[in-house]
């Protein structure tokens, strides 16, 4: 029997990279698209050596063209650490507009299911706590987050109209805090710059006071929530994350210890517009993909930084 293709847009980056590998391990065949403006060929470089597995180095806020039938399309093309999106705000705001839209294009094409990379930061700041799908987010359009916050969001728009006006069959993961290996050092997200500060001796930066709160989901979890989510038959979004809620303070005392590190902590003002509190409510991810985190953050640290130290 002929594999199922499935192409993945952003398949070199820390996410995409581990859901090729989860898709091959599945018997799909898998078809990567990155740019590499943040991806890495190094991320897939085993996966080079399958033959079931091709790298195609393209944008994909233009138009995209895959020869033969495609059984999915999964977007996860995006400038998604405030490093990247601060620096690179317009490609963050294509890669989320005409990115999507070009992924959905193919997908309506192909007739095809069609999963978006959503993300937390649809919610902004919260004020509602922990964070379920029903709710619309406090989010500042006109803030230097804006880029990230809103091109996500128009993302989802834009898919659920696909959905509704093309039939496309349409699934929505937002993913909260997502950490493991891969990932790289100058990524600008907590756990990297932890573990990587702590690695080399230098203080660990905290930014305010350090009693904002994440919750942070091992990599593994979330492909497996991923995977489940494409397979099943919800066009809704779903949250996915893991609910165990950790001030940032907590975790710098948690790394260095894993570390058996030396290093101090440094204070910095807090960055516009940054969320106080972010937990996610996984209940329909319970309830529709019996899904549920199985890595606590102690464990996924230590793979984290194993990885790191290599």
Sequence with gaps: MQKKSIVVTGGAGFIGSHLCERLLNEGF???????????DKNNIKQLLKNNKFDFVKTDVTKFIEIKGSVWAVLHFASLASPVDYLKHPIETLKSGSLGTHNALGLAKAKQARFLLASTSEVYGDPLVHPQNESYWGNVNPVGVRGCYDESKRFAEAITMAYCRMH??????????????????????????????????????????????????????????????????????????????????????????????????LVYKDLPLDDPKQRQPDISRAKKILNWTPKIMLKEGLRHTINWFSV
């Design 167 to 264: 039939k496309v069959d349409t699934k929505i993961v937002r993913i909260f805090n997502t950490y493991g290996p891969r990932m790289r050092p100058n990524d600008g997200r907590v756990v990297p710059n932890f573990i990587a500060q702590s690695l080399e001796g230098k203080a660990l930066t905290i930014y305010g006071q350090g009693n904002q709160t994440r919750s942070f989901c091992y990599i593994s979890d979330l492909i497996e929530g991923i995977f489940r989510l494409l397979k099943s038959e919800e066009n809704y979004p779903v949250n996915l994350g893991n609910p165990n809620e950790f001030t940032i303070m907590e975790l710098a005392g948690l790394v260095i210890k894993l570390t058996n590190s030396k290093s101090k």
């Design 29 to 39: 065949k898998v078809i990567c698209l990155d740019n590499l403006i943040t991806g």
